[in-house]
């Protein structure tokens, strides 16, 4: 069966610096891999998506991801942080048809100035 | 933009009672979603739906229904509504090969 792991719950970065998220799928087939931002009270936005061909992805508000099948993963990555960043982030891979999407457990960040 | 609008923000129900919850989007998606949230858990599938009145199971129906009558809309019921149900409810839809779900904001349902 897909599933998704997002090994961090809880992740605590200070302004300016690098973040990865971590995320790791299991599918049978090349997986439909995509990122989330949740921000407080609100809902998902699509940060960005992996359907096949260059295995680095760039996203909206500076985010990349970039996917190894090798490793069976997925991660999140941003040079530099900004405290707009503070959210809960979700993984998620497709699965089946009609677009279901599978997703992880989710990472939330927090940004100290 | 693709709006997602779900009709209630926070709900309190009381145990037993049969609770509505509703969801419209405005750009013609065939598909439509209702997932719940909850910490530690992530999102979870409940129900979705591919066409009007067509609808097929997710990972966690147990205890809820849903209604699609027209494509705009797609209902979540909870038949008698038990604590073990307070929760986020999200519902998001997409185009047919889109894989770009709009989420709406989410109804914070308590039941007590």
């Known amino acids: 069966a897909q599933s998704v792991t997002q090994p961090d719950i809880h992740i605590t970065v200070s302004e300016g610096a690098s973040l990865e998220l971590r995320c790791n799928y299991s599918?049978?087939?090349?997986?439909?891999l995509f990122w989330y931002v949740q921000s407080p009270g609100q809902g998902l936005q699509l940060l960005l998506k992996?359907?096949?061909?260059?295995?680095l992805v760039q996203g909206i508000k500076g985010f990349e991801a970039e996917f190894k099948r090798s490793q069976s993963s997925f991660n999140l990555r941003k040079p530099s942080v900004h405290w707009s960043d503070a959210a809960e982030y979700f993984c998620?891979?497709?699965?089946?048809?009609?677009?279901?999407?599978?997703f992880g457990a989710g990472t939330r960040l927090a940004v100290h100035p | 933009d693709v709006k997602v609008t779900q009709s209630s923000r926070y709900l309190v129900k009381r145990t037993g009672e049969k609770v509505f919850l509703e969801c419209v989007q405005d750009?013609?998606?065939?598909?439509m979603f209702w997932y719940r949230q909850d910490p530690g858990l992530g999102l979870r599938l409940i129900y979705f739906s591919y066409d009007v009145k067509m609808k097929e199971k997710g990972d966690i129906p147990e205890g809820y229904s849903v209604s699609r009558e027209k494509k705009e809309r797609f209902s979540l019921i909870l038949e008698s509504a038990s604590t073990n149900q307070t929760s986020m409810y999200l519902c998001?839809?997409?185009?047919?090969?889109?894989?770009?779900?709009?989420f709406g904001s989410g109804t914070r349902l308590t039941v007590v």
């Open positions: 599918y049978g087939a090349t997986p439909y």
């Open positions: 750009m013609d998606h065939e598909n």
């Open positions: 998620a891979v497709g699965s089946g048809g009609y677009n279901k999407l599978i």
């Open positions: 998001a839809s997409d185009w047919e090969g889109g894989y770009g779900y709009t």
């Open positions: 992996y359907f096949s061909g260059d295995t």
